[in-house]
């Protein structure tokens, strides 16, 4: 039962423009989600967070919003940087519990 | 040693063999937890420890085997394991707030095993 999913595997975006990563969730509780970036041979790193009682979050290049009638969210980043690219994790959880899911992840290729 | 670490960073074992994985952190969080990353897969919440007491078991196979001895410390030890349980292991952690808001999860570098 995939709770959170990315249905984009890849995603390939020219340097200095804008990156959109999707996240689609089904489990009407959660309400906290977070996206986090991996580079190959590393753990995933926390990039960004938002509660359900906002719909948009903003640090620095990295904007995420979140559409809670639709129960989707999804990642900005603008603008992209070749360094921007690895596998991106969109992650939920449901009050304060410790059981994070996560979707497969989408790889971000920012060309220069 | 700083944030989360794991040893080792890669492990190939038979089938019929005793291994155990190791997690570390240095942040003085009381959550720790154990992830399973297959190919093109989610990552799966496998067991979680608050305050050194398991709170989730996320319906492992009894051949992984968790071990919190304290707060920073967190093993998985692994016996007679399958071809398919070759995967990613991550570790991480957090501090968790009884009743506080959500606090974003510390990962390792994880331990790439391969099962023969």
């Known amino acids: 039962d995939q709770q959170v999913k990315q249905n984009s595997p890849s995603l390939s975006v020219q340097e200095g423009r804008i990156s959109i990563l999707n996240c689609d969730y089904t489990?009407?509780?959660?309400?906290?989600f977070l996206w986090y970036k991996k580079y190959p041979a590393e753990g995933p790193t926390f990039l960004i967070s938002?509660?359900?009682?906002?719909d948009k979050n903003e640090d620095g290049r990295f904007t995420v919003f979140l559409n809670k009638s639709a129960k989707h969210l999804s990642l900005h980043i603008v603008p992209s940087q070749p360094g921007d690219s690895a596998v991106y994790f969109c992650?939920?959880?449901?009050?304060?519990?410790?059981?994070?899911?996560f979707g497969a992840g989408t790889r971000l290729t920012v060309k220069p | 040693e700083t944030g989360v670490t794991q040893t080792p960073r890669h492990l190939v074992m038979g089938m019929t063999n005793k291994k155990s994985l190791k997690c570390e952190q240095h942040?003085?969080?009381?959550?720790m937890y154990w992830y399973k990353q297959s190919a093109k897969k989610p990552l799966e919440l496998m067991f979680v420890?608050?305050?050194?007491?398991?709170?989730e078991n996320n319906s492992v196979p009894s051949r992984f085997s968790p071990e919190c001895p304290n707060s920073s410390h967190l093993f998985l030890h692994l016996h007679t394991l399958q071809p398919e349980d070759s995967a990613l292991y991550l570790c991480?952690?957090?501090?968790?707030?009884?009743?506080?808001?959500?606090?974003?999860?510390?990962f390792g570098p994880g331990t790439r095993l391969t099962v023969l």
């Open positions: 991480a952690s957090s501090q968790y707030v009884m009743g506080g808001t959500y606090n974003e999860q510390f």
């Open positions: 489990n009407s509780m959660f309400d906290y």
């Open positions: 938002i509660s359900s009682i906002k």
């Open positions: 992650a939920a959880s449901a009050g304060n519990n410790n059981d994070m899911r």
């Open positions: 942040l003085g969080h009381n959550a």
């Open positions: 420890y608050n305050f050194k007491e398991q709170t």
